[in-house]
T-cell receptor, first 114, second 115 residues
Framework: GENVEQHPSTLSVQEGDSAVIKCTYSDSASNYFPWYKQELGKGPQLIIDIRSNVGEKKDQRIAVTLNKTAKHFSLHITETQPEDSAVYFCAASMIQWGTYKYIFGTGTRLKVLA | DTGVSQNPRHKITKRGQNVTFRCDPISEHNRLYWYRQTLGQGPEFLTYFQNEAQLEKSRLLSDRFSAERPKGSFSTLEIQRTEQGDSAMYLC?????????????FGDGTRLSIL
């Protein structure tokens, strides 16, 4: 079955710097890759997603890149702010013909230092 | 759009007791998912429904676990004879076939603590 690895497990950056979180997946049939932000005591919140037929997607300060050949995808946050501090999860899924279940990575705790 | 609602938010119970959680998905979302999240880990898939039909169950869902979605709207997850290892956050998510990519929207979960 699908397996998703996520690195690093913790990441500290200065406010205004960029942060990059990387994930790899094992099943080449996975075709949808969402990223979630989870704050303490809350459920995961979708922040950006990408389909396998797209190499990059950007939404303001957040971008995601996908390398299908290498089976890895990354989250990029630019101009980080203290409110970006949270745990971030990547996930992989097969949609349209799959079961739609998400296989999550183990999370990255991002700390933005003011 | 009021979001996915889960009740209760916290449940503390003694080992061996039965517990039931409720999830109200976003209105008109036809898919509903249950995940379990332990401390420091990502959510793990348990089961999912399309309307009232339960279409997939994970190996994690032992015989002590049962989920229902009787009218294709809200869902319940019951754990019988709870064990220490059941302590976790139980998350519910919903999605709609009408949304591009059908992203899953999560509730804030029910935190279960077994004494």
């Amino acid at each position: 079955g699908e397996n998703v690895e996520q690195h690093p497990s913790t990441l500290s950056v200065q406010e205004g710097d960029s942060a990059v979180i990387k994930c790899t997946y094992s099943d080449s049939a996975s075709n949808y890759f969402p990223w979630y932000k989870q704050e303490l005591g809350k459920g995961p919140q979708l922040i950006i997603d990408i389909r396998s037929n797209v190499g990059e997607k950007k939404d303001q300060r957040i971008a995601v890149t996908l390398n299908k050949t290498a089976k890895h995808f990354s989250l990029h946050i630019t101009e980080t702010q203290p409110e970006d501090s949270a745990v971030y999860f990547c996930a992989a899924s097969m949609i349209q013909w799959g079961t739609y279940k998400y296989i999550f990575g183990t999370g990255t705790r991002l700390k933005v230092l003011a | 759009d009021t979001g996915v609602s889960q009740n209760p938010r916290h449940k503390i119970t003694k080992r061996g007791q039965n517990v039931t959680f409720r999830c109200d998905p976003i209105s008109e979302h036809n898919r509903l998912y249950w995940y379990r999240q332990t401390l420091g880990q990502g959510p793990e898939f348990l089961t999912y429904f399309q309307n009232e039909a339960q279409l997939e169950k994970s190996r994690l869902l032992s015989d002590r676990f049962s989920a229902e979605r009787p009218k294709g709207s809200f869902s319940t997850l019951e754990i019988q004879r709870t064990e220490q290892g059941d302590s976790a956050m139980y998350l519910c998510a919903s999605s709609s076939v009408l949304d591009e990519n059908q992203p899953q929207h999560f509730g804030d979960g029910t935190r279960l603590s077994i004494l």
